[in-house]
């Protein structure tokens, strides 16, 4: 009886031993076991029989209770390793553990937190291992292009389409500045986005060293339908610009070509209408400044509400002045009557004198003042064509210093740059 007892309990507990609740009550009953086995053996005065089987069933549990003793101080030592380690992990801000890879073997499951693994369902090769050259050929590498960057500089070197436009003379460090242009810029092709728009801005006459100037300005030129630019180019032509002028108004205005053909339209028909210009007279001012056709509107309503209140022109003298000076349409605002109050009220220049020389409301300021206080303190400052020793205003503002001081003011260059001194 107390060995059945004893089998039955030594079975219980091997059956139980990795079982992590029950470690303490298995080495209770173990000790509850040898302990009956002991008693029962004296009580009933068996030890000549059984002596020698019971001493050898109390020597393998002993052996069994030491092995699973050790197990167990094993076991405890490893989880409180595991309790250091996760410790230290949340310290450090590790918010997921990865396990390493396990060596691989046959198909077996691991569960984990109740996810089931098959490490043979991922094939990984091996940075040891030998592979055919037919295997090597069929790894496919990824180019060698970096994901993100803040600057072009990193794409040229891999990139058809910015290498051949920094060798046109593009400008890639403005166009980085522009949002969402560096990434256009890298998903064109050259030979089937850029090649095109290139070839027709060569065949309306563009030269080369302007390509460059028009892409750094415009780079929706790239993306531009094709049929949409002839078209605009058509148009200018219809309204009889010249070749050589709707090239040379390309190349100075490079949005020119951005803008749809009633746009266009609009924009010649404001400014004949609003200066009741004619028609050649409409395109001289905007072939010569292209950009009318470009820009905002206001700021040149702004400025013929100037020249005409503010400055008193008449309509006939603001006709004359912007056919001469069309850059007084979109000058600045202060400046155009800096120079004019200076020209007026300080000068004594009339109005059809303004008129008659324009050029002199397009120069710097700092110029017009200098020269004529140079002239005022030669007692040359006369500019009264009816007048002996007249001064034109023409030739007072475009001359160069050496000339203005030898023609004009009749003194050498180091007097004039010594008065500058003393103002």
Known sequence: MTMST???????????LFSKTSTRLQCFQVQRCISAASSASISNGLFLKHNLTTTHTIIKIKHQKCCYNNLTAKHLTTEAKDDKYKEDLSRTDVTEYKPALLP??????????????????????SALEEIS?????????????????????????????????????VHLWKLEQRPNVGSMLLRLDFNTDVAPRLLFLKQIGVEDSRLGYIITHNPF??????????????????????SEAVASMVSRAPYLLSFSVKRLDNRLGFYQQQLKLSASNTRDIVARLPRLLCGSLEPVKENLKVCEIE?????????????????????????????????????????????????????????????????????????????????SLDRLVSLP????CTELAL?????????????
């Not at 004893?6 to 139980?16: D, F, P």
């Not at 002045?321 to 009220?345: C, E, G, Q, R, S």
């Open 411 to 423: 003194a050498t260059l180091d007097d004039f740059y010594l008065f500058q001194k003393t103002l």
């Open 104 to 125: 691989r073997t046959d198909a077996f499951s691991v569960s984990e937190h109740g996810i089931s693994l098959d490490l043979d369902a991922a094939e990984e090769y």
């Open 401 to 404: 210093d050496e000339m203005f």
């Open 221 to 242: 030129i790239l993306t531009a339908d094709l049929d949409n630019l002839q078209a605009r180019v058509n148009y200018l032509k219809s309204k009889k610009f010249s």
């Open 311 to 391: 400055l008193g022109f008449k309509q006939i003298e603001i006709q004359h002045i912007v056919i001469a000076v069309p850059k007084v349409l979109t000058a600045n605002k202060k400046k155009l009557t800096l120079i004019f109050d200076y020209l007026h009220n300080t000068m004594k220049v009339p109005h059809h004198l303004i008129t008659k020389f324009p050029q002199v409301l397009n120069t710097k300021f700092l110029r017009l003042r200098e020269r004529h206080l140079f002239l005022e303190y030669l007692e040359k400052a006369q500019y009264d064509p009816t007048l002996a020793c007249y001064i």
């Open 6 to 16: 004893s089998a039955k309990l030594c079975l219980r507990w091997r059956g139980l």
């Open 133 to 169: 050259d037919e295997r090597a050929a069929g790894i496919s590498i990824p180019a060698n292009i970096p994901p993100a960057s803040n600057s072009l500089r990193d794409y040229v070197d891999k990139s058809e389409t910015l290498t051949k436009l920094v060798q046109l003379g």
